[in-house]
């Protein structure tokens, strides 16, 4: 794996004991980690670091761990959390998980259950990426059709036929035809029911363009890890 591709994990933890073994443990997985005792040294590092995954915990010295996942879902920013606490109720995991959260974990909590956490947000942010990527595709793609072909397509998403958008359009049908073949070669299209698709999604991104990967925002699933009897594998505060 080249360094490029290699995720980038935050840890974000004012007590250094814990955020050090975090990192430690994190490397073990084959993943970069950038550690801050705060949100405000987060936030501040130039070049901003942009991470994979971020584990966050609640309490910090200044802005607290939700002030922090407000601001990213406000900056429409799907970077996954993983929350962790040593003050935690099962009304603060809500609060995390409705907002966007992956997982929420009362300290003391095994190392397997924040491995597994941080990996499950890393895949999160993957596809997420492949997402973006692939809508980004077909946006390069729609740029490259000329007025008369954009026209053409919005009129065959809408179910509209080759005579009819001649006839709407002033032109002959065999004219219709080839730029009917033309717009299904530019926008890579394999058959008229996969233009129409690609035509909802452009749609959808217009009418949404601050959050237009249509996505659903992260699971919504609260698992609440109460305390257990600190033992070998916890982490705790």
């Not at 550690?35 to 405000?40: A, M, Q, T």
């Not at 909590?109 to 597994?116: A, G, S, T, V």
């Amino acid at each position: 794996m080249n360094d490029s591709d290699q995720p980038v994990v935050a840890v974000i933890d004012d007590d250094e004991f814990v955020r050090e073994s975090l990192g430690a443990l994190l490397e073990t997985i084959s993943v970069k980690v950038a550690l801050f005792k705060s949100v405000e040294a987060f936030l501040g590092t130039n070049p901003p670091v942009l991470p994979s995954c971020i584990v966050l915990d609640v309490r910090l010295p200044g802005a607290s761990g939700f002030e922090l996942q407000k601001q990213l879902v406000a900056a429409h920013v799907d970077t996954p959390i993983v929350f962790i606490t040593g003050h935690g109720d099962i009304a603060m995991s809500v609060r995390a998980m409705k907002a966007g959260a992956i997982e929420f974990l009362s300290k003391p909590f095994r190392e397997q259950e924040l491995l597994d956490a941080v990996r499950q947000g890393i895949e999160r942010h993957r596809a997420l990426a492949a997402q973006g990527r692939a809508r980004a595709q077909i946006h390069e793609r729609f740029a490259r059709l000329t007025d008369r072909e954009k026209e053409i397509m919005t009129l065959l998403a809408k179910g509209r036929v080759g005579k009819q958008i001649a006839g709407q359009l002033g032109v002959s049908e065999v004219t219709v035809r080839v730029h009917r073949s033309q717009i299904m070669q530019k926008m890579d299209a394999r058959s008229l029911a996969d233009l129409v698709r690609i035509a909802d999604r452009l749609k959808a991104d217009d009418e949404n363009p601050a959050d237009p990967d249509g996505l659903p925002r992260m699971s919504r699933t609260a698992k609440h890890v109460t305390g257990k009897q600190k033992g070998r594998g916890d982490i705790t505060k």
